[in-house]
């Protein structure tokens, strides 16, 4: 028995609540890492692409492991990941966008003959990334098209994804080449304190699924709603960095953390699951690949035409997250 478990364990009906506070500690200590590896001169598309989607993502990670190392139910996953998914596409770029407006190209960058090379590398970088979306949420559909997944769609969906990390990494290599720079003496330090944090949101998650699954099938926070409860959960880290990195001015990062947080989910929690075990997917699965094949096309069109998502888009895909819970769980 883990010693930190025993102890939280030990305060009974508090626990609960402190494991849930666990999952935000372990959370705020990977987010503060992120920050001083960005003040340190890490570039935002490449902090919200390789680094930031793990930290934000590695709940969902470790729900899909912990959940399949024992006897549970796969559309759960493939629920917690839609939740996550969509979750980000909308609400969680559209708070920021109502807020203080999302503008990847400025306009008066937009309106010079020449848009600085920066700009320009911030905008292709974030097309590529949603035409990902775009890409692993239509191999997931395609692959789903029989009602399952199994072992060997969990294969794929992990091998695209690995591919997708891949190619990410030679690009920041070959980027720091070309610019002669060093990944400097902290990063080891840096990526400790991430590992300490996702050992936090491990343990934490582990013994939320476990005191979830035994309560009793009825009222909203009971087993039924595990897919749904674990996903608002594991936002709470997303949107701390939505609103934050929103409210500082990084549009890119607040867009490449979320985007690249919803690779972590689908495909390869959902693949990792189903190497685990073949499960058949959720009644929610239809709504929420068309609410993420229509949220992905919105940011598209909207940053590749006018370089960011305007106020009155973020309020629009504010509005669409509370159909999807609508059309998902309380009609």
Same mark, same amino acid.
Not at 188 to 199: E, S
Not at 280 to 308: C, D, E, I, K, S
């Given at each position: 028995m883990n010693p930190l478990v025993t102890s939280i364990e030990s305060h009974g009906p508090w626990a609960p609540l402190l494991?849930?506070?666990?999952?935000?500690?372990?959370?705020?200590?990977?987010?503060?890492?992120?920050?001083?590896?960005?003040?340190?001169?890490?570039?935002?598309?490449?902090?919200?692409?390789?680094?930031?989607?793990?930290?934000?993502?590695?709940?969902?990670?470790?729900?899909?492991?912990?959940?399949?190392?024992?006897p549970g139910s796969g559309s759960?996953?493939?629920?917690?990941?839609?939740?996550?998914?969509?979750?980000?596409?909308?609400?969680?770029?559209?708070?920021?966008?109502?807020?203080?407006?999302?503008?990847?190209?400025?306009?008066a960058k937009r309106k010079k003959k020449g848009i600085p090379d920066a700009y320009k590398i911030n905008r292709l970088s974030l097309l590529l990334t949603l035409t990902a979306v775009l890409f692993f949420t239509g191999a997931v559909w395609a692959l789903a098209r029989d009602g399952r997944l199994d072992r060997t769609d969990g294969m794929v969906l992990v091998g695209i994804f690995l591919f997708w990390q891949t190619f990410h990494v030679f690009d920041v290599l070959k980027s720091n080449v070309r610019q002669k720079k060093s990944f400097g003496w902290m990063l080891?330090?840096? %990526? #400790? *304190?991430?590992?300490?944090? +996702?050992?936090g949101t491990y343990v934490s998650i582990d013994w939320l699924v476990k005191w979830v699954s035994h309560l009793p099938p009825t009222g909203f926070i009971s087993a039924k709603n595990l897919g749904l409860l674990s996903g608002w959960l594991m936002v709470v880290p997303n949107g701390l960095l939505a609103l934050y990195y929103g409210?500082?001015?990084?549009?890119?990062?607040?867009?490449?953390?979320?985007?690249?947080?919803?690779?972590?989910?689908?495909?390869?929690?959902?693949?990792?699951?189903?190497?685990?075990?073949?499960?058949?997917?959720?009644?929610?699965?239809?709504?929420?690949?068309?609410?993420?094949?229509?949220?992905?096309?919105?940011?598209?069109?909207?940053?590749?035409?006018?370089?960011?998502?305007?106020?009155?888009?973020? %309020? #629009? *895909?504010?509005?669409?997250? +509370?159909v999807f819970l609508y059309l998902g769980w309380l009609s």
């Open positions: 494991f849930v506070a666990l999952f935000v500690a372990a959370s705020f200590l990977m987010i503060w890492r992120l920050e001083v590896m960005n003040a340190g001169g890490m570039e935002g598309t490449v902090l919200g692409t390789l680094i930031m989607p793990y930290c934000s993502g590695i709940g969902n990670l470790m729900f899909a492991f912990v959940v399949g190392r024992q759960q996953v493939m629920t917690n990941a839609l939740v996550n998914n969509v979750t980000n596409m909308t609400l969680l770029i559209g708070l920021p966008a109502l807020f203080w407006g999302l503008t990847v190209v400025p306009e080891p330090l840096d %990526l #400790l *304190l991430l590992a300490i944090g +996702a050992w409210w500082r001015g990084n549009p890119e990062i607040v867009y490449t953390s979320q985007v690249g947080d919803g690779h972590i989910c689908i495909p390869l929690c959902v693949g990792v699951f189903a190497l685990f075990q073949t499960f058949t997917v959720p009644a929610v699965f239809q709504t929420g690949m068309l609410m993420l094949f229509g949220a992905t096309a919105v940011h598209f069109v909207f940053v590749a035409a006018f370089g960011g998502l305007p106020r009155l888009m973020g %309020l #629009l *895909l504010v509005v669409a997250y +509370a």
